[in-house]
């Protein structure tokens, strides 16, 4: 059974940093091979994407509104996955998902296709307090 679990959400102040890591497991390959994304949604708010990374592509994206502020990173042979956030901003409030994509699509210097990613998270509650 293939497998996505965030782990290390939380509340942090405004302008605090915080890393949500998404830890794999039951997946035929490393996380490594995949594209993997980061996505968000907030209450009453469509999922955004924020971040995606395809190593064989060679594309990292980052949306407008974290870029500077978001990394996303990977721990090889860990077959875990990681957002560093830092400077957070209340906006940042949201339930923070990492997903899979098998196909090796979704991922692009453009943007991110969610409906490419196969396989999801729960997910982990990331709150920021003014």
């Known amino acids: 059974q293939v497998q996505l679990v965030e782990s290390g959400g939380g509340l942090v102040q405004l302008g605090g940093s915080l890393t949500v890591s998404c830890k794999g497991s039951?997946?035929?390959?490393?996380?490594?091979?995949?594209?993997m994304g980061w996505f968000r949604q907030a209450p009453g708010k469509q999922r955004e994407g924020v971040s995606c990374?395809?190593?064989?592509?060679?594309?990292?994206y980052y949306t407008d509104s974290v870029k500077g502020r978001f990394t996303m990173s990977r721990g090889f042979g860990e077959n875990t996955m990681y957002l560093q956030m830092n400077s957070l901003q209340p906006e940042d409030t949201a339930v923070y998902y990492c997903?899979?994509?098998?196909?090796?699509?979704?991922?692009?210097?453009?943007?991110?296709?969610?409906?490419?990613?196969?396989?999801w998270g729960q997910g982990a509650q990331v709150s920021v307090t003014s």
């Open positions: 990374h395809c190593t064989k592509a060679g594309i990292t």
């Open positions: 997903a899979r994509a098998d196909s090796g699509y979704g991922c692009y210097h453009s943007g991110i296709r969610g409906n490419q990613f196969d396989s």
């Open positions: 039951g997946f035929p390959l490393d996380l490594d091979y995949y594209c």
